[in-house]
């Protein structure tokens, strides 16, 4: 009990010295130094040393050994605890290459430079890395991603009743769970190959941040908080904060994933995603030549080029188009 006391008067301590840092001018001696907290942070548990991570994210005279040593005592108890199967080699937070911050308090805290240094990137989304996929809910999909009464939707809402479950859909750690605005009740899972999936409207929360989730494991129960009409489960899929065409990754029909190895190409809506192993897209219903270069990530002239078109070109539903270059062939 005694121990408690001192860890909580030891983070009040923290706090201040953040709030402090802010309010007044720095002075060397308000740094925060190793030296006087290195007994407690030997104490601290790894959920503990997470917290304490985060709130110092932003403190600006925390002395960088600090952070080395708190990240080094994380590390040594993360590595000894049995559960981190899924990360292939370790990092602290799930996806951290990827993002480098982690953010507990807020639901969407990358800025717009970690999405336009990037171009792309590959993605692994087979088991092995987080798990194997599941469908948050199994219920009729009522809305899709898109523009949708002149404002961007930027997920996928599936119909349910309040109480039902909703599941973590990849294996990953929590990193936010609270009320935010429209949102309602909404819990943000980090995945360990480095997309973020989100559940909004919840009617219960039931998970907290820092807690590993396993795909598939209870996040909370559906409901209609926040701005819904009619209980539902918003869904969306990010990587570094930009939202994904859900359907761009999952058969909606099937619940299942469309492949494991994908390249996210960033373009002017945002990420086209290419399936490595797949050369040819089928066209269905509505597809453009305009359409099938976003989805996939690919200039047009390009697209046009690898399927050998001149001038404007009528597509036909079942048509194959190439999404490859020429030198990718459909051998294996
Ligand atoms: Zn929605």
Not at 9 to 38: G, I, K
Not at 82 to 96: E, I, T, V
Not at 309 to 320: D, H, M, N, V
């Amino acid at each position: 009990m005694e121990n408690i006391f001192r860890r909580a008067a030891m983070v009040l301590v923290f706090f201040c010295l953040l709030v402090h840092s802010n309010v007044y001018a720095l002075e060397e001696d308000t740094l925060l130094r190793l030296d006087s907290f290195r007994a407690s942070i030997e104490d601290m548990s790894e959920p503990e040393l997470n917290l304490l991570l985060d709130s110092l994210f932003d403190a600006p005279n925390a002395d960088p050994d600090l952070f080395a040593f708190i990240r080094l005592r994380a590390d040594a108890l993360h590595a000894l605890s049995p559960k981190n199967q899924f990360a292939g080699g370790f990092s602290l937070y799930p996806g951290n290459r990827f993002y480098g911050v982690w953010d507990t308090q807020h639901i969407f805290p990358y800025s717009d430079s970690l999405y336009k240094s990037d171009t792309a990137t590959h993605l692994d989304l087979s088991p092995t890395i987080s798990g194997d996929f599941y469908f948050p809910f199994p219920g009729l999909v009522t809305s899709r991603y898109g523009w949708r009464d002149s404002a961007f939707h930027r997920g996928i809402d599936i119909d349910l009743n309040r109480g039902d479950s909703v599941h973590a859909a990849f294996t990953g750690m929590v990193r936010f769970a609270g009320r935010s605005g429209g949102f309602g009740n909404v819990v943000i899972v980090r995945h360990y190959n480095g997309l973020e999936t989100v559940y909004a409207h919840l009617w219960k929360i039931n998970v907290k941040p820092g807690d590993i989730v396993i795909s598939g494991q209870l996040l909370g129960l559906g409901g209609s908080t926040g701005h819904s009409t009619g209980t539902h489960l918003h869904f969306e899929v990010r990587f570094r904060g930009v939202a994904i065409n859900p359907e761009f990754f999952i058969d909606l029909e099937n619940r299942t994933l469309l492949t494991f190895q994908v390249r996210l190409i960033r373009n002017k809506q945002g990420y086209g995603v290419r399936p490595e192993n797949i050369v040819y897209h089928y066209v269905v219903r509505g597809d453009t030549p305009s359409k099938i270069a976003q989805r996939y990530g690919i200039a047009l002239r390009d697209l046009k080029m690898w399927n050998g078109w001149t001038s404007s070109i009528r597509l036909r539903k079942g048509q194959a188009v190439r999404i490859q270059p020429p030198e990718i062939t459909a051998s294996r």
